[in-house]
């Protein structure tokens, strides 16, 4: 997977992944987001257009950032999930859930 | 122009064919709650952008978790659930499947996406250009293997020597669990198993190879190792020897000069994907 954190927008800085979200990958998601957190974000952008997998292990992560942002009076937005990543949302009911942002 | 696969999978997940399905995939499952979900979330996109009738059979195997509610709750047109009474292991569930499949080709594949289903399109190439079965190969030129241990890599490397030079399956993998038949193919290599654990597929390979003169082709794929993965490498190493050695005793006594299963007649399998 790769990861990105996008800070050009300093109210929602941004984190843009891409390739597969798994158990091999949340370290290094959690790393970030919680970085962002840590320097005083409350709202986090995920951009998973290009996430072609994400398994339950990434769910629970982008559960966990979700939670942690809305503690600190923010949100987790999901921006332009890819199909299959919109897919498992609503199989996982997830999307009811997430904040979810099309382009 | 970006296009999307959704409307796609929106007819497959809400309309039941009114043909008969050109793929079937079969996903053997055991306790899979935490992983099943995303996979067939994979697995009914890319299918579905193929453009193609095809249904998606999930053969449990006994779970005493909630993989079979929560399939079952998806209410997916073309999503079919096998419920098994009992624990009767995967070559068994794989066998259930591709007995209800209907397809003219059939793929099982592993219910961790350990091999990505955008790799349909390599084995399905295979097949169309002749072949009976094609398997999919971490040990073929140009597969890409993420994650495997060393200790993995070591017991795997050692078995393929055994089973190439020793067991007579010229095939640098037999255990990926990404495998495509021909309908024919399937009916008559599932009819002849008799090995329902771990080791089904070489025996499968077995058969293809050294009973029915089949033409097989291994093709390279992309592997991930799947995360939490609970296989004792060592353990089935051991029970993967002991069936090689089984199998060749099963052909020594003629256990394959006849059919060992006999495929559901169509009114029982349309009962079996209802249920």
Redesign the interface.
């Known amino acids: 997977m790769q990861l990105v954190t996008d800070r050009k927008n300093t109210e929602r800085p941004g984190l843009v992944l891409a390739g597969?979200f798994?158990?091999?990958e949340t370290d290094a998601f959690r790393e970030a987001a919680d970085a962002l957190l840590a320097q005083g974000s409350s709202s986090i952008s995920v951009d998973m257009s290009d996430v072609?997998?994400?398994?339950?292990?990434g769910?629970s992560e982008l559960v966990r950032t979700m939670k942690h942002c809305r503690e600190a009076g923010g949100e987790l937005y999901i921006n332009s999930p890819s199909?299959?990543v919109?897919?498992?949302f609503?199989?996982?009911r997830l999307d009811a859930a997430f904040t979810i942002v099309d382009a | 122009m970006i296009t999307s696969d959704l409307p796609a999978y929106r007819v497959w997940a809400e309309q039941p064919l009114t043909q008969p399905p050109k793929y079937s995939v079969v996903i053997p499952a055991y306790n899979e709650a935490e992983r099943i979900l995303p996979t067939v979330g994979a697995i009914a996109v890319h299918m579905s952008s193929l453009g193609e009738p095809w249904e998606l059979i999930v053969a449990d195997d006994g779970s005493t978790d909630d993989t079979v509610d929560l399939l079952q709750a998806l209410e997916l047109a073309n999503l079919h659930v096998l419920i098994a009474e009992r624990n009767g292991g995967k070559g068994s569930a794989v066998r259930r499947g591709v007995f209800a499949a209907r397809g003219d080709v059939v793929l099982f594949a592993d219910a961790d996406q350990s091999t990505p289903i955008e790799q349909f399109g390599d084995l399905l190439a295979t097949i169309e250009r002749g072949h009976d079965v094609a398997i999919g190969s971490r040990a073929a030129d140009g597969a890409a293997v993420a994650n495997k241990s060393m200790l993995r890599k070591v017991l795997s490397k050692g078995l393929n020597l055994l089973v190439r030079f020793g067991f007579g399956v010229p095939f640098a993998d037999t255990q990926c669990g990404f495998k495509m038949f021909t309908s024919e193919a399937a009916e008559t290599l599932f009819t002849y198993q008799i090995v329902d654990q771990f080791s089904f597929d070489l025996e499968i390979l077995y058969l293809a190879q050294n009973r029915f003169d089949m033409k097989v082709a291994e093709v390279p794929v992309e592997w991930i190792d799947a995360p939490g993965s609970t296989v004792d490498a060592t353990k089935v190493a051991i029970e993967f020897l002991r069936d090689m050695c089984q199998i060749k005793w099963f052909d020594i006594r003629g256990r394959y000069a006849r059919a060992n299963h006999v495929r559901p007649a169509p009114s029982h399998h349309l009962r079996a994907i209802a249920s």
């Not at chain 1, 072609?52 to 292990?57: G, K």
């Open positions: 597969r798994d158990a091999f072609i997998f994400v398994d339950s292990s769910l199909d299959p919109r897919v498992i609503e199989l996982t």
